[in-house]
């Protein structure tokens, strides 16, 4: 997501956000889920093709893993980075598991751990990045990347455990968003965010209806508003409201035209049945 002021005309930046899936030693789906083998290609493929990348579990605890990724991340031209805290040998709960890498300067940076969430995530110190990018001269970017709550039931409810959590980790996004760039931002200069934000933005599809997938979940429009500033309005008060309103675009949704499916996509057989379209990571069941 971005804000909605001009941007500055730059040369091409090509920007990555992904969730690398590399959790902890003992944590997996399916055997190792080929951490190991799945590192070697990103530092090998994926890492040169990229001038500034956002990672998400890219874990610190109880692994090496990431600071390999660090130091072939500088040898191959990304001499500045930034990431989630490392924990004491007294905190027990995993690192954030976020890093970004960039090629370009980075003349600030900031980072937030958010409270502890709920279910498993109660066990990584989840949170958000921030850093200022000088992309040529007098040419900055202001880069957010966060990976928030997640939810480990299919289509839950708002009023589920984890949303709330969620929607509280969104708006303490949005504070640590106005105080990071409160003394360091020109009004030009734009704000983008990205992450894993572990929202379903597509709405229950209606398959009578192949028009429904253009839609919006309400989570998703939640999202938004508490991102704007206008916050979610029940009944007779508003939760999450911010005095100072911004413009909210997501870049991706209107590339595609639709909230693309980036986990568990599937596959329709000639018979009509689901078939997985990826079975090494995802959960068994």
């Known amino acids: 997501m971005i804000?909605?002021?001009?941007?500055?005309?730059?040369?091409?930046?090509?920007?990555?956000?992904?969730?690398?899936?590399?959790?902890?030693?003992?944590?997996?789906?399916?055997?190792?889920?080929?951490?190991?083998?799945?590192?070697?290609?990103?530092?090998?493929?994926?890492?040169?093709?990229?001038?500034?990348?956002?990672?998400?579990?890219?874990?610190?605890?109880?692994?090496?893993?990431?600071?390999?990724?660090?130091?072939?991340?500088?040898?191959?031209?990304?001499?500045?980075?930034?990431?989630?805290?490392?924990?004491?040998l007294f905190n027990f709960s995993i690192d954030g598991g976020l890093v970004i890498l960039s090629r370009f300067p980075i003349r600030s940076r900031d980072r937030i751990t958010y409270p502890y969430g709920t279910h498993s995530d109660r066990l990584s110190a989840k949170g958000a990045l921030y850093v200022k990018i000088e992309l040529a001269k007098d040419q900055f970017i202001h880069l957010f990347s966060t990976h928030t709550q997640a939810s480990y039931v299919a289509s839950p409810p708002l009023s589920d455990k984890s949303v709330l959590v969620r929607e509280q980790?969104?708006?303490?996004?949005r504070q640590f968003i106005d105080k990071a760039i409160v003394s360091r931002r020109s009004s030009h200069e734009p704000i983008i965010l990205v992450g894993d934000l572990n929202v379903n933005s597509r709405p229950l599809l209606d398959p009578s209806d192949p028009s429904s997938v253009k839609g919006d979940s309400q989570e998703y429009l939640n999202m938004v508003k508490i991102l704007s500033g206008e916050g979610i309005r029940e009944d007779s008060h508003v939760r999450y409201s911010n005095e100072k309103m911004i413009g909210?675009?997501?870049?991706?949704?209107?590339?595609?035209?639709?909230h693309p499916i980036t986990f568990a996509d599937v596959l329709k057989d000639n018979d009509g049945k689901m078939i997985p379209r990826e079975v090494i990571l995802t959960s068994k069941g």
Request: proline share 4%.
């Open 169 to 173: 980790q969104i708006f303490l996004l």
């Open 3 to 88: 804000d909605n002021n001009a941007i500055p005309s730059f040369n091409e930046v090509r920007l990555l956000s992904i969730n690398l899936f590399m959790r902890p030693p003992l944590i997996r789906n399916n055997a190792s889920d080929y951490k190991e083998a799945r590192l070697e290609y990103f530092i090998e493929n994926i890492l040169s093709i990229y001038d500034i990348i956002c990672l998400e579990e890219m874990f610190e605890f109880g692994s090496t893993r990431r600071q390999r990724l660090l130091e072939a991340a500088f040898k191959a031209g990304f001499e500045h980075s930034w990431t989630s805290p490392r924990n004491s």
């Open 248 to 258: 909210v675009r997501d870049v991706i949704k209107e590339h595609y035209g639709i």
